[in-house]
C-alpha cells in the first residue's frame, strides 16, 4: 500500500517554513526522507527508525509517529536549494529487506 | 565517493526494439533495485536483488521484461520488444540489508531515460 504526501505541492518565499507529511495504513519499520531535483536521481535525506528520535541536518528535520504511522518533514527557513519534489519511502518490516514503497512525492518550489 | 552508475543516459529506440540497461550498484553493497518512474505513476519498483539472487520481480511485466545481475558488479534490465508505454526514467539502486537491524538506505543511479516511439 503506498503511503499518501500532504500537501501534493507547495510554494514557498525563501525564508519561510513547510512541512511535508507522509502516512501509511500499515504499521511501519521505517521511514526514508528523499528530495528530488529535476532531471536528477532521488538522493537520500534521511531515515526514521521505529524507536527513535527526531533526526535533522541543518534545517532539515523529521519525526516519526509510530501510533499514527506517520512521518513529518520540517523545513525551516526554506532556501532556493530546497526546491524539487521529496518523497517518503516506507518499510514495513523489521527484516531489513530494503524494499521501500514510496509516496506519490511533493513538489516544493521556493522562490526569491 | 563511491556512487551507482548506470548506462545508457539516454536511450531512444523504436517499438518493438531490444533495450538493455546496466547498472553498476556500489562495491559492496548486497541488494540491488530497478525502479520505473513517470509522472503518472510515480517510483515504481519493478524488482529486486539480494546477492545477486532475485528477491522480488512483481512489479514487472513478466511478458517483455526480464532483470539479472550476471555478477556482483552489473545489472541489467532488458525490455524486448519494447513499446511506446515503456517510456520513461528506470533508476538502479544499491544499499546494504538483511545483515540485521539497519540504517541503511538506498542509494540512487542517474537513471536512464527511456523513449520508445
Known amino acids: 500500500q503506498q503511503p499518501v504526501q500532504s500537501p501534493q505541492a507547495v510554494i514557498l518565499r525563501e525564508g519561510e517554513d513547510a512541512v511535508i507529511n507522509c502516512s501509511s495504513s500499515?504499521?511501519?519499520?521505517?521511514v526514508h526522507w528523499y528530495r528530488q531535483k529535476h532531471g536528477e536521481a532521488p538522493v537520500f535525506l534521511m531515515i526514521?527508525?521505529?524507536?527513535?528520535e527526531q533526526k535533522g541536518h541543518d534545517k532539515i528535520s523529521a519525526s516519526f509517529n509510530e501510533k499514527k504511522q506517520q512521518s513529518s518533514l520540517y523545513l525551516t527557513a526554506s532556501q532556493l536549494s530546497y526546491s524539487g519534489t521529496y518523497f517518503c519511502?516506507?518499510?514495513?518490516?523489521?527484516?531489513?529487506?530494503?524494499?521501500?514503497?514510496f509516496g506519490q512525492g511533493t513538489t516544493l518550489q521556493v522562490k526569491p | 565517493d563511491a556512487r551507482v552508475t548506470q548506462t545508457p543516459r539516454d536511450k531512444v529506440t523504436e517499438m518493438g526494439q531490444e533495450v538493455t540497461m546496466r547498472c553498476q550498484p556500489i562495491?559492496?553493497?548486497?541488494?540491488v533495485f530497478w525502479y520505473r518512474q513517470t509522472m503518472m505513476q510515480g517510483l515504481e519498483l519493478l524488482a529486486y536483488?539480494?546477492?545477486?539472487?532475485?528477491?522480488?520481480d512483481s512489479g514487472m511485466p513478466k511478458d517483455r521484461f526480464s532483470a539479472e545481475m550476471p555478477d556482483a558488479t552489473l545489472a541489467t534490465l532488458k525490455i524486448q520488444p519494447s513499446e511506446p508505454r515503456d517510456s520513461a526514467v528506470y533508476f538502479c539502486?544499491?544499499?546494504?540489508f538483511g545483515q540485521g537491524p539497519s540504517t541503511d538506505t538506498q542509494y540512487f543511479g542517474p537513471g536512464t531515460r527511456l523513449t520508445v516511439l
Open positions: 500499515k504499521a511501519l519499520y521505517s
Open positions: 519511502g516506507t518499510e514495513s518490516s523489521a527484516s531489513n529487506t530494503g524494499k521501500l514503497i
Open positions: 536483488f539480494r546477492n545477486r539472487a532475485p528477491l522480488d
Open positions: 562495491l559492496g553493497h548486497n541488494t
Open positions: 539502486a544499491s544499499g546494504l
Open positions: 526514521l527508525l521505529k524507536g527513535g
